[in-house]
T-cell receptor, first 109, second 115 residues
Framework: SQQGEEDPQALSIQEGENATMNCSYKTSINNLQWYRQNSGRGLVHLIL?????REKHSGRLRVTLDTSKKSSSLLITASRAADTASYFC?????????FGKGTKLSVIP | GAVVSQHPSRVICKSGTSVKIECRSLDFQATTMFWYRQFPKQSLMLMAT?????????EQGVEKDKFLINHASLTLSTLTVTSAHPEDSSFYIC???????????FGSGTRLTVV
């Protein structure tokens, strides 16, 4: 079963704008991870936030985690056309990853 | 480090035939590997978890006789789609538990098309 919902399902923005994607999860997690997938390709790990963390930054990425609401958000600042991809959150329990439905991001040059 | 190599990247097969997909951990020992299936424009659905030297654990709704998983060594897990049907056409991805900070490394995926 999937971890939860991500919204929006699809997001289209202009290059240079910020993109925010949200993820909700159902079960308890040890950490939450965000992955990127280019069309028809494998997954690239972007960032991990632990259950005892509230915010984390990595380059143009900012992730927040609210365990009371079982939700996370991924912010990509100053987007580039190369950021066009699908983005998935994945909750890590004690053993395995469970993926959200994903957000398809299109960055228009 | 912690690279998983998945082959083939694309395969087309006829209905009724079997297809084997391999995942190899290149620079680490993968005692646990996961197999996912992804339909177009959808998320990854965990199919099964394989542990080296033991039987795979399948998720609910996944036919273990159709999707045979073998994890006979610490560096190789295989998924065999038996008696393939067009509805088995999908993108299959493996991942392995690693010692990396985020704990998992993914293969590059296999696009299976059954005609």
């Amino acid at each position: 079963s999937q971890q939860g919902e991500e919204d929006p399902q699809a997001l289209s923005i202009q290059e240079g704008e910020n993109a925010t994607m949200n993820c909700s999860y159902k079960t308890s997690i040890n950490n939450l991870q965000w992955y990127r997938q280019n069309s028809g390709r494998g997954l690239v790990h972007l960032i991990l936030i632990r259950s005892n963390e509230r915010e984390k930054h990595s380059g143009r990425l900012r992730v927040t985690l609210d365990t009371s609401k079982k939700s996370s958000s991924l912010l990509i600042t100053a987007s580039r056309a190369a950021d066009t991809a699908s983005y998935f959150c994945a909750g890590a329990g004690s053993y395995q990853l469970t993926f959200g439905k994903g957000t398809k991001l299109s960055v228009i040059p | 480090g912690a690279v998983v190599s998945q082959h083939p990247s694309r395969v087309i097969c006829k209905s009724g035939t079997s297809v084997k997909i391999e995942c190899r951990s290149l620079d680490f020992q993968a005692t646990t590997m996961f197999w996912y299936r992804q339909f177009p424009k959808q998320s990854l659905m965990l199919m099964a978890t394989s542990n080296e030297g033991s039987k795979a654990t399948y998720e609910q709704g996944v036919e273990k006789d159709k999707f045979l998983i073998n994890h006979a060594s610490l560096t190789l897990s295989t998924l065999t789609v038996t008696s393939a049907h067009p509805e088995d056409s999908s993108f299959y991805i493996c991942s392995a538990m690693t010692g990396t900070p985020h704990g998992y490394t993914f293969g590059s995926g296999t696009r299976l098309t059954v005609v």
